[in-house]
């Protein structure tokens, strides 16, 4: 299935699976173009969202790749024999403090919310649902500082002696633009001296009967990369 939104092309395979390219005019034009297409209820498709393909968690599966296993000393005649040792990470391969990173801010950022409500007009955006609960974006290219909870304070008594860890929060820059049909966010922060940055599209189809949510995470660099986010989500209201 192939639609057109303005300059951006995104292409759908019949399997369901998403890819996405993308070309704006960032001239800052006044557009006028009708933004209420995003507007309504949406609810995640999870068989073309293709969640299980996302790598952005439980990464530690991907980076400990196991070491090569060696031959031991044998006596002649013996059968050969092997020494496999443990995985191993190396720093050249593993960015400890950007993988923590990922981890602090993906709970928040990149966890798929089951629905999303969206009202959105020239001015801003308002969207319900996603782990940051309602935030209201001013769509004007300018940067802006939004208040993200990282940890919410746990609902279950502590163990004996200790005591409950206050939820934390982190400021993020966000920008916020239209581009044709589409709204792109762009949201950055820091973790222990490492950057990080995606960039969001919200691109109604034609149609408007679904909704793609497209990530990409910009920063940090990591081995292997964090694989583009591609999600679905289909109209309730």
Not at 15 to 44: C, E, I, M, N
Not at 216 to 221: F, S
Request: with cysteine; charged share 20%; net charge positive.
């Amino acid at each position: 299935m192939h639609f057109r939104a303005g300059a951006l092309i995104v292409a759908c395979a019949s399997v369901g699976v998403l890819s996405a390219r993308g070309q704006f005019d960032v001239s800052g034009a006044p557009q006028t173009v009708d933004h209420s297409a995003l507007t309504g209820v949406w609810v995640l498709d999870d068989a073309k969202s293709k969640l299980e393909a996302e790598n952005w968690r439980n990464r530690q599966v991907s980076w400990n790749q196991p070491a090569p296993c060696l031959p031991t000393l044998t006596r002649p005649g013996e059968p050969e024999t092997y020494d496999c040792q443990p995985p191993k990470v190396t720093s050249n391969t593993y960015n400890s403090i950007g993988e923590l990173g990922l981890f602090a801010f993906g709970r928040t950022m990149l966890e798929p919310p089951q629905t999303l409500t969206i009202r959105a007009d020239m001015s801003s955006v308002s969207i319900d649902g996603r782990p940051r609960d309602i935030t209201t974006y001013r769509v004007d290219g300018q940067t802006h500082k939004l208040r993200v909870l990282l940890s919410r304070p746990s609902h279950s008594a502590p163990p004996p002696g200790r005591h409950s860890a206050p939820p934390r929060s982190e400021d993020v820059n966000v920008r916020t633009q239209w581009h044709n049909e589409s709204l792109v966010l762009e949201m950055s922060s820091e973790f222990g001296g490492t950057a990080f940055a995606i960039t969001e599209t919200l691109l109604p189809a034609d149609d408007a009967r679904q909704l793609f949510v497209l990530i990409d995470v910009r920063k940090p660099t990591l081995k292997p990369a964090v694989k583009p986010i591609r999600r679905v989500y289909v109209r309730s209201q």
